[in-house]
């Protein structure tokens, strides 16, 4: 079998390379004078249209799915700390309206093109419940790796300037001017609780609460301990550092070694797919006098399922938690 291959589309790809060229190009000139001191974080942002650092601490709570007194806005403890957690700042109402526009669309679509309300309901039911959990937990997970990818330099940044001498929330404040989000929106509303009349560990647990890390229950722990006992917080937490970059470290070497077991995970799943679109394609005939049968439909939905059966299995077997 033959294909032809038009060299115009090839012309138009180049096109619409070029314009988004264009567009890059255009878009660091005109922004390449903005402060990168006002654009390291959420928090700085905020800071530099003038508002107050109190404004500034209830806009983010606000943003973040919180009251302005930083208490949960829903009901539903589990889903207002995993919409926090995820670190979307477009604000519950906003969050409300997109899950509803998704709903609406998911339910209109199968109806105008199979003419099937059950089917419709069901595909609206799916956009406003398992969709949004999904891309929520999505968003959780990469937030958490980034925090904890960037915690120890920070821990390293509390570890420098209480050796110069200053105290505590002035060392927490100093994560939050230097450092980019997430950890440094975070740690900037740890050190404004302090400066608004939070004691230093309900403002570590507030930090936790927020974020949901692994390694974060031992900075608080240490922190409290150091508190209530005294001791020489800077050596507990540049200790600290190194077990967290050994953990880390140890996590990047078990990635590499199951990378095997995800490769072979992912060719199972795309050849049973890859076959059938060739098959589609070559010969279309092939499939068309049982397309339409009740039990080809049943099949294919065992099909499906005893992949992502396996699928889950073979994920099981190459994630570990450290």
């Known amino acids: 079998m033959s ?36 654009q390291i974080n959420r928090r700085l942002m905020l800071s530099k249209e003038g508002a107050d650092g109190e404004n500034v601490l209830m806009a983010l709570r606000r943003e973040r799915g919180l009251t302005s007194g930083g208490n949960f806005r829903l009901n539903l403890v589990g889903l207002n700390r995993l919409i926090l957690q995820s670190g979307i700042t477009i604000g519950f109402a906003r969050l409300v309206v997109i899950i509803a526009t998704t709903s609406v669309v998911a339910f209109v679509a199968p109806v105008l093109f199979r003419g099937s309300l059950l089917e419709g309901a069901l595909a609206a039911l799916l956009s406003a419940t398992a969709l949004p959990y999904l891309v929520l937990r999505m968003l959780r997970r990469r937030r958490q790796k980034k925090f904890s990818a960037q915690f120890p330099d920070a821990l390293d940044t509390i570890v420098r300037s209480l050796r110069a001498g200053h105290p505590v929330p002035v060392a927490i404040s100093m994560v939050g ?31 936790y609460s927020r974020i949901g890390s692994d390694d974060l229950p031992l900075f608080v722990t240490a922190v409290g301990i150091q508190q209530s006992t005294g001791g ?48 589609q394609v070559v010969t279309p005939e092939f499939y068309a006098a049982v397309w339409h049968e009740h039990l080809t439909k049943v099949l294919l939905g065992s099909g499906a399922g005893w992949m992502l059966i396996g699928n889950l299995i073979m994920l099981k077997m190459v994630n570990f938690k450290i």
């Open 177 to 207: 001017r230097e450092m980019p989000d997430p950890i440094g929106s975070e740690f900037g509303m740890v050190a404004d609780e302090i400066t608004y009349g939070a004691d230093l560990e309900t403002a570590m647990r507030n930090l």
């Open 3 to 38: 294909f032809d291959f038009d060299p115009i589309y090839l012309i138009w790809l180049s096109v619409a390379i070029s314009a988004g060229l264009v567009v890059e190009a255009i878009y660091l000139l005109c922004f390449s004078t903005v402060s990168y001191r006002s």
């Open 232 to 279: 020489n917080l800077g050596e507990i937490l540049e200790n600290l550092s190194g077990v967290i970059r050994q953990r880390f470290k140890m996590r990047r070497k078990i990635r590499a070694l199951a990378a095997e077991g995800r490769a072979s995970a992912m060719i199972l799943s795309a050849l049973p797919i890859g076959l059938f679109i060739v098959v």
